[in-house]
């Protein structure tokens, strides 16, 4: 089945536009955006449930493409770089990312990988680290994120958190999911993690 994702792209883009930030202007000013689409199948994840909340959680920016995305859920491809061996089951169950553009998401871009990444209430996404640099956007807030030596620390949707090349971070959602626009660049896109840090989940 093939289906037209301008939507999506469009969608994506209006939000970025909407980001008041050096760092993701940067990105999007260098995204040439009028990329060819891809013929993928669709493939559902078990972490989709998670979008309907999403959508109550996200801020008036933020909701075309929340919206978009849940409405249009089951035609899209969601994927899992990490197995039920990487961080155990709870984790698989709650997590899964969309590529909207990138070497095998919606649009073909072979330079920089954006979409989005869902993570279920209560999930540890422990310390890991890649070459790629990474720019987040949370969509929902109340995840707390860390970097480097820091602590946790709650952040806001809409808030703009910048991962350096192969500097350590991890996420841990609360009560609430996280759906988090991300972009990644410089590094090798479809590449998966070194992860150091522990896999148990649940909070201490
Ligand atoms: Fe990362």
């Known amino acids: 089945m093939t289906t037209n994702f301008n939507e999506l792209l469009e969608t994506f883009h209006g939000y970025l536009a909407t980001v008041d930030n050096t760092l993701v202007r940067d990105a999007v000013t260098r995204i040439a955006w009028d990329m060819p689409a891809r013929a993928l199948e669709p493939h559902p994840l078990a972490c989709l449930s998670h979008l309907d909340r999403a959508v109550e959680l996200a801020p008036p920016d933020a909701k075309p ?26 984790f698989i169950d709650n997590y899964g990312w969309l590529e909207v553009l990138g070497m095998r998401g919606h649009f073909a871009n072979d330079a920089v990988a954006a979409g989005l990444l869902i993570l279920g209430p209560d999930i540890v996404y422990p310390d890991h680290h890649h070459v790629a ?50 972009i990644w660049r410089g590094g090798p896109l479809a590449a998966k993690s070194t992860i150091t840090g522990t896999v148990a989940q649940g909070r201490a």
């Open 133 to 182: 640099e990474e720019i987040y956007v949370p969509l929902t807030g109340g995840t707390e994120w860390r970097m480097g030596d820091g602590g946790f620390r709650a952040r806001d949707a809409g808030e703009v958190i910048h991962h350096a090349s192969n500097v350590n971070h991890a996420m841990r959602t609360g009560r609430e999911p996280l759906l988090a626009l991300y």
């Open 65 to 90: 493409l929340v919206r978009f995305v849940a409405d249009r859920r089951s035609d899209l491809r969601w994927g899992q770089t990490y197995s039920e061996t990487d961080f155990g089951k709870a």
